[in-house]
């Protein structure tokens, strides 16, 4: 549990979320160009997971990187 209170603090929150903002703009240009570009109308929910999606992969990766022994 020590891990997960750790990963939750303000800095992974902050890093996870800077990624999220990098990668999922990216992303976002790639996989929807006719909407940012064009005249096509957004679908929310590709957009929303566009975003969290890497968030969650940042904090995991985090999580998984933090020394298993303070779990006890």
Do not use: C, H
Not at 26 to 52: C, H, R
């Amino acid at each position: 549990m020590t891990r997960l209170r750790t990963v939750l603090q303000a800095a992974y929150l902050r890093r996870a979320l800077a990624v999220a903002v990098v990668v999922g703009t990216a992303l976002n240009m790639i996989n929807q160009p006719e909407v940012i570009f064009g005249d096509a109308s957004v679908t929310w929910w590709k957009v929303l997971l566009t975003y969290v999606v890497p968030f969650f992969v940042s904090t995991y990766g985090a999580y998984s990187a933090l020394p298993k022994a303070d779990d006890d």
